[in-house]
T-cell receptor, first 112, second 116 residues
Framework: EPEVTQTPSHQVTQMGQEVILRCVPISNHLYFYWYRQILGQKVEFLVSFYNNEISEKSEIFDDQFSVERPDGSNFTLKIRSTKLEDSAMYFC??????????FGSGTRLTVV | AQTVTQSQPEMSVQEAETVTLSCTYDTSESDYYLFWYKQPPSRQMILVIRQEAYKQQNATENRFSVNFQKAAKSFSLKISDSQLGDAAMYFCAYRSARSGNTPLVFGKGTRLSVIA
């Protein structure tokens, strides 16, 4: 069964550093998403991406965040200057024309 | 904005018994989708079951079924013949059908323990 692949599985970074979280969505999917889950809390929507542009974003997705699909396969989330409160599990998801989302296994980001 | 409420932070069930997890949501829309996701300790989000709001028939996937009450905006998940592998965090989620790219809105989750 096709999978959404996220790398790395765990990243530790110094506060103020830039991080890039990578995702390879399912190849024939059209819609891409990033969600985050702070430990013990609910899953929150960050941004959706369709047709090579952001289609919707939440209040969390401020100027420190950006997304790209540089080569038609990878889908990246960049945090320019990490803060302690960015520590969370980040999930990538993709969706085709059906109504189901497929989530990746997540990247645990720890900002120290 | 839509909201999803899961009023049970934790539930437990004996192995082989049945358990029902509650979910209510608030929306002014008439066309939407509802989902239950399972998150085991590995933290991956796994789709358990989904329901289209325009369908009156409750969705069923093997031991998992839902009780969808559109007028009451309720979407509970029933797990029959519970197994140890069902122990996980369960999230209820809503997605508007107004466009193809609307995001999922999640509840806070219910942690299910299965007792051997």
């Amino acid at each position: 069964e096709p999978e959404v692949t996220q790398t790395p599985s765990h990243q530790v970074t110094q506060m103020g550093q830039e991080v890039i979280l990578r995702c390879v969505p399912i190849s024939n999917h059209l819609y891409f998403y990033w969600y985050r889950q702070i430990l013990g809390q609910k899953v929150e929507f960050l941004v959706s991406f369709y047709n090579n542009e952001i289609s919707e974003k939440s209040e969390i997705f401020d100027d420190q965040f950006s997304v790209e699909r540089p080569d038609g396969s990878n889908f990246t989330l960049k945090i320019r200057s990490t803060k302690l409160e960015d520590s969370a599990m980040y999930f990538c998801a993709s969706r085709g024309n059906s109504r189901g989302y497929t989530f990746g296994s997540g990247t645990r980001l720890t900002v120290v | 904005a839509q909201t999803v409420t899961q009023s049970q932070p934790e539930m437990s069930v004996q192995e082989a018994e049945t358990v029902t997890l509650s979910c209510t949501y608030d929306t002014s829309e008439s066309d939407y989708y509802l989902f239950w996701y399972k998150q085991p300790p590995s933290r991956q989000m796994i789709l358990v079951i989904r329901q289209e709001a325009y369908k009156q028939q409750n969705a069923t996937e093997n031991r998992f079924s839902v009780n969808f009450q559109k007028a009451a905006k309720s979407f509970s998940l029933k797990i029959s013949d519970s197994q140890l592998g069902d122990a996980a965090m369960y999230f209820c989620a809503y997605r508007s059908a107004r466009s193809g790219n609307t995001p999922l809105v999640f509840g806070k989750g219910t942690r299910l323990s299965v007792i051997a």
